[in-house]
């Protein structure tokens, strides 16, 4: 079965970077699309940047110019570089796919990773 397992996260000053990473297992075919969206507990799920099949990329207007997505040349790992971070991307960020790169919204994901800046 497909797994995902996030890492990279952790603690950073604001203005400063972190790197999430997502490597991915068990698919029998090409994925489509493959995301990250973030959770606050309590608060509505929200879509931060996606990439479809092709390398083409979609991005929540609150992290654009600051984050970038990408995959290996293999397709199996995904990444979140994460720049200019503020004390709102404080918060639980998890990979995702099956889902719609262009809505930014996907419906299996992995166990996340807690990213916090202060």
Not at 18 to 35: H, K, Q
Request: charged content about 20%.
């Amino acid at each position: 079965h497909v797994q995902l397992v996030e890492s990279g996260g952790g603690s950073v000053d604001a203005g400063g970077s972190l790197r999430l990473s997502c490597a991915a297992s068990g698919y029998s075919s090409i994925v489509n699309c493959m995301g990250w969206f973030r959770e606050v507990p309590g608060k509505e799920r929200e879509g931060v940047a996606a990439i479809d099949s092709d390398g083409e990329t979609n991005y929540a207007d609150s992290v654009k110019g600051r984050f970038t997505i990408s995959q290996d040349n293999a397709k199996t790992t995904l990444y979140l570089q994460m720049n200019s971070l503020k004390s709102d991307d404080t918060v639980m960020y998890y990979c995702a796919t099956d889902g719609s790169c262009h809505d930014l919204r996907f419906g299996y994901w992995g166990q996340g990773t807690q990213v916090t800046v202060s």
